[in-house]
Nanobody, 120 residues
């Protein structure tokens, strides 16, 4: 099985910064893309940023220039969030596209989410 755990959320004032962490563990053969998604109350879950095993990145237009996704190794990714706005308030989820040991296909695994609240 593959487990995904996020950490680093919290309450921050507008203009502030937060760094989210995501760690994958378990019986993993390989991980391709890792990504961050968010869901605000009453809204659909949306893509924030993704990073591939080759370190190619993609960002939502709303966070370009403010958020940076990085990958320390095959199983850990981070989201540095700067210049935070109230509209960034949401539960942030990490998604890992991984092939488990013994599997012949890739599966998406999600973390439990971490709350980010931007408010004065």
């Amino acid at each position: 099985q593959v487990q995904v755990v996020e950490s680093g959320g919290g309450l921050v004032q507008p203009g502030g910064s937060l760094r989210l962490s995501c760690a994958a563990s378990g019986s993993i053969f390989n991980i391709n893309t890792m990504g961050w998604y968010r869901q605000a109350p009453g809204k659909q879950r949306e893509l924030v940023a993704t990073i591939t095993s080759g370190r190619s990145t993609k960002y939502a237009d709303s966070v370009k220039g403010r958020f940076t996704i990085s990958r320390a190794n095959a199983k850990n990714t981070y989201l540095q969030m700067n210049s935070l706005k109230p509209e960034d308030t949401a539960v942030y989820y990490c998604k890992v596209a991984a092939q488990a040991m013994g599997a012949s296909y890739q599966t998406d695994y999600w973390g439990q989410g971490t709350q980010v609240t931007v408010s004065s």
